[in-house]
T-cell receptor
Framework: AQKITQTQPGMFVQEKEAVTLDCTYDTSDQSYGLFWYKQPSSGEMIFLIYQGSYDEQNATEGRYSLNFQKARKSANLVISASQLGDSAMYFCAMREGSRQAGTALIFGKGTTLSVSS | GAVVSQHPSRVICKSGTSVKIECRSLDFQATTMFWYRQFPKQSLMLMATSNEGSKATYEQGVEKDKFLINHASLTLSTLTVTSAHPEDSSFYIC?????????????FGPGTRLTVT
């Protein structure tokens, strides 16, 4: 069974609009971390935002926010005021165990976001 | 911030030859390095986890004799693709992990694009 599910292969949004990228996860661990990365065409992995399973508040980083719904096991990324430079592939990832555990990240299949003017 | 480099960034080799990819943590010591492979427009798939001074742990389905990983120091891990074939053509990304402030942080290299002709 997939541990990270991203059901949107592609998303299209106009500049300055907000967009939500979906992510659901599956784990039996009580302690885990959820990450979002941006991968432009150059291939580099750019860290966007992190949410720990015990964090009560939704994480925010500038225009990025993570809508964490623990009971539904979802961790959607919200990008506000989209910009042309946001066009890229976006990956949701999970690390099982606490942040003191040092295990590898497991990635979803990704969502390609296209922002138009 | 923490920087991870990979060399080479791109390599083209002939079928049957071996290729070595280096992953270096430039300004920190990495106790663990992870190697991922990514086919075009697909997810990052974890290949192996390597800890300095010990044998790498390979994920199911990854041939350890084909993908040789050496983690000889706290700043360098190498992935050697032996007897490469066209199906090994892919984007290879390393991630270096360090313990900072009581939590493990992972930093990605920029990736190496391998083309086997």
């Amino acid at each position: 069974a997939q541990k990270i599910t991203q059901t949107q292969p592609g998303m299209f949004v106009q500049e300055k609009e907000a967009v939500t990228l979906d992510c659901t996860y599956d784990t039996s661990d009580q302690s885990y971390g959820l990450f979002w990365y941006k991968q432009p065409s150059s291939g580099e992995m750019i860290f966007l935002i992190y949410q720990g399973s015990y964090d009560e508040q939704n994480a925010t980083e500038g225009r990025y926010s993570l809508n964490f719904q623990k009971a539904r096991k979802s961790a959607n990324l919200v990008i506000s005021a989209s910009q042309l430079g946001d066009s890229a592939m976006y990956f949701c990832a999970m690390r099982e165990g606490s942040r003191q555990a040092g295990t590898a990240l497991i990635f979803g299949k990704g969502t390609t976001l296209s922002v138009s003017s | 911030g923490a920087v991870v480099s990979q060399h080479p960034s791109r390599v083209i080799c002939k079928s049957g030859t071996s290729v070595k990819i280096e992953c270096r943590s430039l300004d920190f010591q990495a106790t663990t390095m992870f190697w991922y492979r990514q086919f075009p427009k697909q997810s990052l798939m974890l290949m192996a986890t390597s800890n300095e001074g010990s044998k790498a742990t390979y994920e199911q389905g990854v041939e350890k004799d084909k993908f040789l990983i050496n983690h000889a120091s706290l700043t360098l891990s190498t992935l050697t693709v032996t007897s490469a074939h066209p199906e090994d053509s892919s984007f290879y990304i390393c991630s270096a992990q360090t313990l900072a402030g009581g939590t493990y942080e992972q930093y990605f290299g920029p990736g190496t694009r391998l083309t086997v002709t």
